[in-house]
């Protein structure tokens, strides 16, 4: 007997079926009529046999498993506590389902081995949400576990996953489909820099504003594992789960981070689409909503800290119009440079004689909030704490070291103890509003417990101070994943201020990010991580497509640089609202050498269009960028707002275009159809188009 169910969410269909055997996904696309008939639809998915084959497909199910013939990756590979294989038969099976979640559990007799599933169709957003776990009677060996296993679409040539480095994260590999398997394992014990938990499937043809794209994302903070594998006989499988050898000890329990699934046949935007809102409006949890300018001092003084530098330092970026000023590394210990002191989190009263209070009193009455930088996961062997509690370090006592640091071991409850209690006593004792908790090196060892004791920590330290927000930044963005969102409410995207690799990383990390979440400050005239000297209207107009900051000496600004990030920053309050609640949708830019985007309004009221030039076209004159997501007939009053900007190259723009004379007035149609005509302009500039919708409402 053949028994089947559906979940829908406003954007997918995701359908089940069982002929009494663990269920598989025989459907995963466009939502389907509400009467479409199931069993009618298992008969079509069935498929055939021909020569050379077993007698019956296996079925793909959600925990494929060695001993069912299967002809690709399992799912779940278990040996008991002496070492042998474990061959899984989840004969027994049941399913239930209360309106959007579906949850499934099967059993092995012999083994005694539980596996449970489940999956939570999100009404608001359109995600699907998947989980998978295990229970067993006696301890096993888990050598890979998946969360629940989707088939990859069949009209695909190719998939997209997310590789990069420090200063160089979010860099699409496409890799085509073929025989085989495309495995990515990190071995790093973070979500990292070199393998973000992500991926998307567009089928032939798809592209950002059309067609139909699978994605999935791992929201796991630890190292991951992925599986996107075409089998023997054409059919395709998408695994995610924990990293190979990172569970590493036997256990009686354990259960995969959620799974996020999300569909569109409107292109690869409206999987971004659903995940932006998905990670806003579910996983964040918000102290406060607004989101505050920022400045952070690093790239200013670095670790010479000095009261009366400082105090100035922040008047200048409260002039600027910063809401939140940011302490970053050196005020603790002895450290004077990277090489001692972490894990001594007390005031270093060389530097401050006075505690910080001076300063955040100083802060505070200029209307600004102020932020900590701790990195409570590390430490250096020339710190007090690795003098006293050397066992307390990953790893063994002589191994390479990263950035002069170890990394302390956090599945131990003294470790985290010792952690919580030295971060709250500083966080009683000063007005502090913001954590950036930085993490700048990989372990030396892959352990889930090491993820797990990070949560707990930053789990104690929420429900404490509540009000005390936590930016995650592990060397820029190697950690920026859905698990660590759940605890903090910003990533640094990254330790390039360059606003030209700023403008690629941020393309990329829109179809997981929303805009509210992701930090991108304004650097230094001169870039510390390229060495590119840059116009502040390109580096100001980046930071704003983003939760704008400011990471520079304010000091250096000349007239016009003051001038300009002072009107951008006054233009980003003005529309942050708006912004920060508002859609990210990346455009099909026909010029390799611009990076466009368009960013809406949830109520379509009002966008911008952030459109930056980083090279020479091949040909003479700019081709023309169509817009997205806009309505065909309603009229939208368009503005170049940045064209009389004081500190830009004046541009080689001698012609009758249209932005160059003011407003222009179009149809959503016309914006989408024909685009903007750009006017010409020199490499290292950006246009910023902004538009207000005049008759929505009516429509």
């Known amino acids: 007997m053949t028994s089947t169910w559906r979940l829908d969410s406003p954007t997918q269909t995701l359908v089940l079926a069982s002929e009494g055997q663990l269920p598989s996904v025989i459907y995963w696309g466009a939502l ?26 296996p079925p793909l199910t959600i925990c494929p498993v060695a001993g069912d013939s299967f002809p690709g990756h399992a799912g779940l590979s278990l040996r008991d506590a002496q070492g042998k294989r474990l061959l899984l038969d989840f004969a027994q099976v049941d399913v239930s389902q209360v309106a959007s979640l579906l949850k499934i559990n099967a059993r092995d007799a012999i083994s005694g081995v539980t596996y449970t599933a489940s999956f939570a169709a999100d009404s608001g957003t359109g995600v699907i949400t998947a989980r998978a776990a295990i229970a067993s009677e006696h301890p096993v060996i888990i050598e890979h576990f998946s969360a629940p296993v989707l ?55 798809a592209k950002n504003t059309h067609g139909s794209v699978y994605a999935l ?84 003084i670095y670790f010479d800290h000095d009261l009366a530098t400082l105090s100035e330092i922040a008047t200048r970026a409260a002039a600027l119009g910063a809401e939140r000023f940011v302490l970053d590394d050196g005020w603790f210990g002895k450290r004077d440079d990277d090489t001692s002191s972490l894990g001594d989190w007390v005031l270093d009263r060389r530097k401050w004689p006075d505690g910080l209070t001076p300063l955040i009193t100083h802060v505070k009455s200029l209307g600004m909030g102020f932020g900590l930088w701790f990195e409570p996961e590390m430490v250096n062997p020339d710190s007090d704490l690795y003098r006293s509690h050397p066992e307390w370090a990953l790893g063994r006592a002589e191994q390479i070291l990263g950035r002069q640091q170890m990394v302390l071991d956090m599945a131990r409850a003294d470790v985290r103890g010792y952690l919580y209690d030295l971060i709250a006593d500083v966080l009683v004792h000063h007005e502090i509003e913001y954590i950036k908790w930085d993490h700048n090196r990989v372990l030396p060892a892959n352990d889930v417990a090491q993820t797990e004791g990070v949560y707990a920590l930053m789990d104690r330290l929420r429900a404490n101070f509540p009000d005390v927000e936590i930016e995650s930044c592990s060397s820029g963005g190697g950690r920026m994943d859905y698990g660590i969102l759940e605890r903090t409410q910003r ?40 060495g590119r000297t840059l116009n502040m209207s390109l580096r100001a107009w980046t930071a704003a497509q983003r939760h704008l900051g400011f990471e520079m000496d304010p000091r250096e600004l000349s007239d016009a640089e003051t001038e300009t990030l002072t009107t951008v920053t006054h233009w980003w309050k003005s529309n942050r609202d708006w912004m920060l609640e508002g859609d990210i949708h990346r455009l099909d830019a026909p010029d390799p050498e611009i990076t466009a985007e368009i960013q809406i309004a949830r109520d379509g009221q009002d966008f911008v269009c952030f459109i930056a030039k980083t090279a020479n076209f091949k040909q003479v004159l700019p081709r023309p960028i169509r817009l997205t997501g806009l309505v065909p007939n309603a009229t939208y009053e368009v503005s170049l707002i940045n064209a009389a900007d004081p500190s830009s190259a004046s541009p080689p723009s001698r012609g009758d275009c249209a932005l160059n004379a003011g407003d222009v007035t179009l149809s959503g149609a016309a914006l989408m159809q024909l685009g903007l005509t750009l006017p010409c302009s020199f490499p290292e500039t950006i246009f910023v188009v902004q538009g207000k919708c005049l008759d929505l409402i009516k429509l």
Not at 165 to 177: D, H, L, N, S, Y
Not at 254 to 264: K, R, V
């Open 32 to 57: 389907l009529p509400s009467s479409e008939d199931l069993s009618a639809l298992y008969a079509m998915s069935k498929l055939d046999v021909t020569g050379g084959m077993l007698d019956t497909v």
């Open 151 to 205: 088939p990859a679409p069949q009209q695909a040539n190719e998939m997209i996953d997310f590789a990069g480095k420090w200063i160089g994260e979010f860099q699409a590999v496409t890799t085509p489909w073929q025989a085989g398997i495309r495995a990515r394992n990190t071995p790093t014990g973070r979500s990292g820099h070199e393998q973000f938990p992500g991926l998307y499937l567009p089928e032939t043809g």
């Open 217 to 300: 994302h791992y929201g796991w903070a630890g190292g991951n594992c992925m599986i996107a594998e075409e089998l023997p006989d054409g059919r395709r499988q998408v695994q995610f789960g924990p990293a190979t050898g990172s569970i590493t000890t036997a256990v009686t329990s354990f259960e995969t981070a959620p799974l996020y699934l999300a569909y569109s046949n409107a292109g690869m935007n409206g999987c971004a689409i659903s995940f932006q809102r998905h990670v806003r409006d579910r996983i964040i949890t918000w102290p406060r909503r607004n989101r505050p300018v920022h400045y952070n001092c690093w790239e200013a």
């Open 491 to 530: 990533v640094w995207l990254s330790d390039s201020n360059d606003a030209i690799e700023r403008q690629h990383i941020q393309h990329n990390a829109a179809l997981f990010l929303p805009a509210s979440v992701t930090g991108s400050h304004v650097g230094p005239r001169h870039c510390h991580t390229s």
